[in-house]
C-alpha cells in the first residue's frame, strides 16, 4: 500500500474523514448534511477506531464517504483511525482513499493515522494460490490531506518496516523458519547501516554455551546467534543498549513434551527474536540516534535420539550450572547464554530481554500486558512509559530472594524450573542470575501478546508485531531525547 501526502484533496474514489469525538457538523462537503444525518443515525460519535461509510455526490460524481473517529486525540487514537480505514476499506473495492482531516491534525498526528492504517493492512499471502478475486486487496493508495505529515511519516514508515518483518518472522511456519533462515531474512539490515555478526555451533560450542546447545541438540536444524548493531551516535554513546531476543523457531517441549493440541502455536515461540529484529529495523531505517544492538537467541527445540533428557546437568558459558528438570523451560536456557555473551562483548548499560517465557504469562495476564520484571525502578518506568505512549502495555511484577531460592538445585547451582506456582517469576528469577551486578536489566515476558486470535487496534488476527513500538519509543524517549 502507497502512502502519499498533499495539501489538497486529491483526486480519489473515496473520501475519508477524520473527525474527532465530538461534534463535527461542517463537513467540506456538499453532501455534508446528509452524511452527518447518517451517521448521527448510525450513532457515529467520533470514538476512536469507529467508523461510518455512505456515498456522497460530489462534482457530478457518486463517491465512497468514510468518517472515522480520531477520538481525543492521542498517537494511538489517530493509529485506530487509521486501522478502521483499512479494516473498512481494505476489500471494499475502493482503491484510492483521500483522508481529510475535520479539525485540526498536526502532521505528526497524520501520520500516526497512516501507521495504524498501514499496520492494519499489513498480511501474508505467500501461501494462497487459489484467492478469489473478491478477496484480493483492492485499497492501494491513501492520500492524506496534510502539509506536514510527510517529514513526520519519514520516521513512522520505518517503524511500520520494522513492524512487517516481525509479523513476516513470526507467521513463517517452522518448516521455512528455523535458526539459519531467520538469519537470512535480516541479511537486508545492513543495506540499512547494521552490521550483523552470526555465531554458529561451533563458535558458541568454543564459548561453552552448553545451556543454549543444550536446547538445540535434539533438532536437526543448527542453532545461530544473531547480533544486530547499530550506531546513529557516530560513537558518541560509548555503551550500548542491549535487546535481547527468545528465538525457539519451534517449541516441542522437547523430551517433556507438550500435547498435540495447540502445539503449531509453538512456531511463534521466536516472537521475541522477532521483536528484537524488526525494532532493529525500525530505528535504522529511521536513523535513531542512539547505540543500539538487537541479539536473537535462535534454536530449534525437539526430541530425539540425541535430545537432552530430564536431569540433564549443563553448564552455562557463565560458568553456572543447571539442572534441567523441565526440557519444556528452554527459554531461559537459550537467553541466559545469551545475556553473558552480551555482557561479554558489548559490556552495555541496558539490557531488555524479550520472550514468549511463560505460559503462566497468559494466565496472569491475558492479551492485554505484558509482564515487566527488573532490577532497576528508572529501566521498569521508561520502560512502561514507552509501552503505554505507543499502545504496547506492561504490568510490573516482583522478583525477590524468597523468588530466587525456589529455583535452587541439590546437585547444581539452580534447576530450570520452580514449582508449580509464580511459575512467570521464577522463571524471571533464573534469568537475573546470569544478569552481572551494575547492569540495568528488564524482562519482557511476551507470551500473551505476540499471537492474536481476534483483530486488534492495529492488527488483523495473527502475528501483532508486538514489541517493535514499544522499544523503538523506549529508544527514542530514553536515548534521543
Ligand atoms: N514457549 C513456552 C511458553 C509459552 C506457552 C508461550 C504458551 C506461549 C504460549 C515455554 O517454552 C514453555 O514451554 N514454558 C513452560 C515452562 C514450564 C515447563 C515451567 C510453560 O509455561 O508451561
Ligand atoms: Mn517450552
Ligand atoms: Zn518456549
Known amino acids: 500500500m502507497e502512502i502519499a501526502f498533499s495539501p489538497i484533496r486529491p483526486d480519489a474514489d473515496t473520501l475519508v474523514f477524520a473527525v474527532p469525538k465530538g461534534g463535527f457538523d461542517a463537513l467540506p462537503l456538499a453532501a455534508a448534511p446528509t452524511l452527518a444525518a447518517g451517521a448521527s443515525a448510525a450513532r457515529f460519535a467520533g470514538e476512536a477506531g469507529s467508523s461510518f461509510e455512505s456515498f456522497a455526490e460530489e462534482g457530478g460524481k457518486v463517491l465512497r464517504a468514510v468518517l472515522i473517529g480520531t477520538g481525543s486525540g492521542s498517537d494511538t487514537d489517530f493509529e485506530k483511525a487509521g486501522a478502521a480505514l483499512t479494516a473498512r476499506l481494505s476489500n471494499s473495492g475502493a482503491t484510492h482513499a483521500a483522508v481529510e482531516f475535520f479539525g485540526p491534525a498536526t502532521g505528526e498526528q497524520a501520520a500516526h493515522l497512516a501507521l495504524g492504517a498501514l499496520l492494519r493492512g499489513w498480511r501474508i499471502d505467500t501461501?494462497?494460490?487459489?484467492?478469489?478475486?473478491?478477496?484480493?486487496?483492492?485499497?492501494?493508495?491513501?492520500?492524506?490531506?496534510?502539509?506536514?505529515?510527510?517529514?513526520a511519516w519519514e520516521a513512522q514508515s520505518a517503524v511500520a518496516s520494522g513492524v512487517a518483518l516481525t509479523r513476516e518472522l513470526v507467521s513463517e511456519p517452522a518448516n521455512i523458519l528455523y535458526p539459519e533462515s531467520f538469519v537470512e531474512r535480516c541479511r537486508h539490515l545492513e543495506q540499512l547501516g547494521v552490521k550483523i555478526t552470526v555465531l554458529d555451533k561451533a563458535a558458541m560450542a568454543e564459548l561453552?554455551?552448553?545451556?543454549?546447545?543444550?536446547?538445540?541438540q535434539g533438532s536437526v536444524r543448527e542453532p545461530r546467534l544473531?547480533?544486530?548493531?547499530?550506531?546513529?551516535?557516530g560513537g558518541a554513546q560509548q555503551k550500548p543498549v542491549v535487546f535481547v531476543?527468545?528465538?525457539?523457531?519451534?517449541?516441542?517441549?522437547?523430551?517433556?513434551?507438550?500435547?498435540a493440541a495447540g502445539m503449531e502455536d509453538m512456531k511463534w515461540d521466536m516472537g521475541g527474536a522477532g521483536a528484537v529484529a524488526g525494532a532493529m529495523k525500525a530505528l535504522a531505517g529511521r536513523?535513531?540516534?542512539a547505540r543500539v544492538v538487537g541479539i536473537c537467541g535462535l534454536v530449534e527445540n525437539m526430541p530425539d535420539?540425541?535430545?537432552?533428557?530430564p536431569g540433564d546437568i549443563v553448564t552455562s558459558m557463565s560458568g553456572q550450572t543447571i539442572e534441567v528438570l523441565n526440557t519444556d523451560a528452554e527459554g531461559r536456557l537459550v537467553l541466559c547464554d545469551v545475556i553473558t555473551w552480551?555482557?561479554?562483548t558489548y559490556a552495555p548499560e541496558v539490557i531488555v530481554d524479550l520472550a514468549t517465557l511463560t505460559g503462566a504469562m497468559i494466565v496472569s495476564l491475558g492479551s492485554e500486558y505484558a509482564g515487566i520484571f527488573s532490577n532497576d525502578d528508572g529501566l521498569a518506568d521508561d520502560l512502561m512509559t514507552a509501552g503505554k505512549a505507543a499502545g504496547e502495555q506492561l504490568w510490573r511484577f516482583p522478583l525477590s530472594d524468597a523468588y530466587n531460592k525456589l529455583i535452587d538445585s541439590p546437585i547444581a547451582d539452580m534447576k530450570n524450573v520452580g514449582p508449580r506456582f509464580a511459575g512467570s517469576i521464577t522463571a524471571a528469577q533464573f534469568i537475573k542470575r546470569f544478569v552481572d551486578e551494575g547492569v540495568k536489566w528488564a524482562h519482557l515476558d511476551i507470551a500473551g501478546m505476540v499471537w492474536a486470535d481476534k483483530p486488534g487496534a492495529t492488527w488483523d488476527k495473527g502475528a501483532t508485531g508486538y514489541g517493535v513500538r514499544l522499544l523503538d519509543r523506549f529508544v527514542a524517549d530514553r536515548f534521543e531525547g
Open 287 to 289: 536513523k535513531a540516534k
Open 226 to 233: 544473531l547480533a544486530m548493531e547499530w550506531d546513529g551516535t
Open 127 to 151: 501461501y494462497r494460490t487459489r484467492q478469489p478475486e473478491k478477496a484480493k486487496p483492492t485499497l492501494a493508495k491513501i492520500t492524506l490531506v496534510s502539509a506536514d505529515g510527510a517529514a
Open 245 to 259: 531476543g527468545k528465538g525457539v523457531t519451534f517449541d516441542t517441549g522437547g523430551i517433556s513434551i507438550k500435547p
Open 305 to 309: 535420539g540425541n535430545a537432552q533428557r
Open 208 to 216: 561453552g554455551m552448553g545451556a543454549l546447545l543444550g536446547v538445540a
Open 342 to 344: 552480551a555482557q561479554k
